[in-house]
Nanobody
Framework: EVHLVESGGALVQSGGSLRLSCAAS????????IGWFRQAPGKEREGVSC????????YYSDSVKGRFTISRDSAKNTVHLQMNMLRPEETAVYYC?????????????????????????WGQGTQVTVSS
């Protein structure tokens, strides 16, 4: 069973930075995707970024491209999300999620953005609050 634990959420001022971490365990191989979603009160869960563990291929939503960086530390089975130039509207609970990858098309998988229904395993979430 895959187990995901997020950490790093905090209160930060607008324009500030935070690094979130997702410690993962329970995978039987190297072919899986780790993604970050966020959900603000009253809003739908939004996919932010994801990374293919086997080769580091990454995806970013348009809203965070150029400001967020996702990375993996394979030795520690941890994925980080470095978030820079944070905005108040990015206040949300940030979730780490995972899904197995069977080598299909990366383009097709993300053609419509990250979909929460494509990810089977979820962490408990970590709160990020950006003050104005």
């Amino acid at each position: 069973e895959v187990h995901l634990v997020e950490s790093g959420g905090a209160l930060v001022q607008s324009g500030g930075s935070l690094r979130l971490s997702c410690a993962a365990s329970g995978f039987t191989g190297d072919d899986y995707i780790i993604g970050w979603f966020r959900q603000a009160p009253g809003k739908e869960r939004e996919g932010v970024s994801c990374i293919l563990n086997s080769d580091g291929t990454a995806y970013y939503s348009d809203s965070v491209k150029g400001r967020f960086t996702i990375s993996r530390d394979s030795a520690k089975n941890t994925v980080h999300l470095q978030m820079n130039m944070l905005r108040p509207e990015e206040t949300a609970v940030y979730y780490c999620a995972a899904t197995d990858w069977f080598g299909s098309s990366w383009y097709d998988f993300l053609r419509d953005g990250m979909r929460s229904t494509d990810f089977e395993s979820w962490g408990q979430g970590t709160q990020v609050t950006v003050s104005s």
